[in-house]
T-cell receptor, first 113, second 113 residues
Framework: EAQVTQNPRYLITVTGKKLTVTCSQN?????MSWYRQDPGLGLRQIYY???????DKGDVPEGYKVSRKEKRNFPLILESPSPNQTSLYFC????????????FGPGTRLTVT | GQQLNQSPQSMFIQEGEDVSMNCTSS?????WLWYKQDPGEGPVLLIA?????ELTSNGRLTAQFGITRKDSFLNISASIPSDVGIYFC?????????????FGKGTKLTVNP
């Protein structure tokens, strides 16, 4: 089954404790992206990757890192999480570099206390 | 960054009613997309529009790409309880040599049985 998976689905952590949210797709997509969703703000792009070892900042990259060492995986790293990073995070992937017909993962709800 | 004005923010309707929502912008776009997010899940692409004036249907859903290329609307006819969710418009933009999606803030739809 074609899908984008994220882990964990739910995470409660404390300020400053490094964490990684994994994302994996099995569709051989080149383009992958991370979004955060906050009430009243919609979906905002954090980082995206056009291919292996090619990543770039989205609209809200501060406080986040990503890596793309393999085509299928695109982890999101929070080196020192803060409460304002409490949010719902989505990973997405697509075939085309244009990225518009994106397939989304199920989401990771992160709470930073 | 690019701004999409999506309205209404929320709608409460009775089952069987028709629904209309729209997205506008001050900029011109070549692609308009409509996604739906079911509660607790990631967004899923409903309709993609690639040509100004294009009217596309997907079951009870109909979307149009505005002739000015600055707007789009989505209609849902004869709503049912499973139409509940958040509907996002999105556009593809070119930035820094790559393309990415920008989303509206969403229209939250509640359908009362």
């Amino acid at each position: 089954e074609a899908q984008v998976t994220q882990n964990p689905r739910y995470l409660i952590t404390v300020t400053g404790k490094k964490l990684t949210v994994t994302c994996s797709q099995n569709m051989n997509h080149e383009y992958m992206s991370w979004y955060r969703q906050d009430p009243g703000l919609g979906l905002r792009q954090i980082y995206y990757s056009m291919n292996v070892e090619v990543t770039d900042k989205g609209d809200v990259p501060e406080g986040y890192k990503v890596s793309r060492k393999e085509k299928r995986n695109f982890p999101l790293i929070l080196e020192s999480p803060s409460p304002n990073q409490t949010s719902l995070y989505f990973c997405a992937s697509s075939f085309t570099l244009a990225g518009y017909e994106q397939y989304f993962g199920p989401g990771t709800r992160l709470t930073v206390t | 960054g690019q701004q999409l004005n999506q309205s209404p923010q929320s709608m409460f309707i009775q089952e069987g009613e028709d629904v209309s929502m729209n997205c506008t912008s001050s900029s011109i776009f070549n692609t308009w997309l409509w996604y739906k997010q079911d509660p607790g899940e990631g967004p899923v692409l409903l309709i993609a529009l690639y040509k100004a004036g294009e009217l596309t249907s997907n079951g009870r859903l109909t979307a149009q790409f505005g002739i000015t290329r600055k707007d789009s609307f989505l209609n849902i006819s004869a709503s049912i309880p499973s139409d509940v969710g958040i509907y996002f418009c999105a556009v593809s933009i070119t930035q820094g040599g790559s393309e990415k999606l920008v989303f509206g803030k969403g229209t939250k739809l509640t359908v009362n049985p």
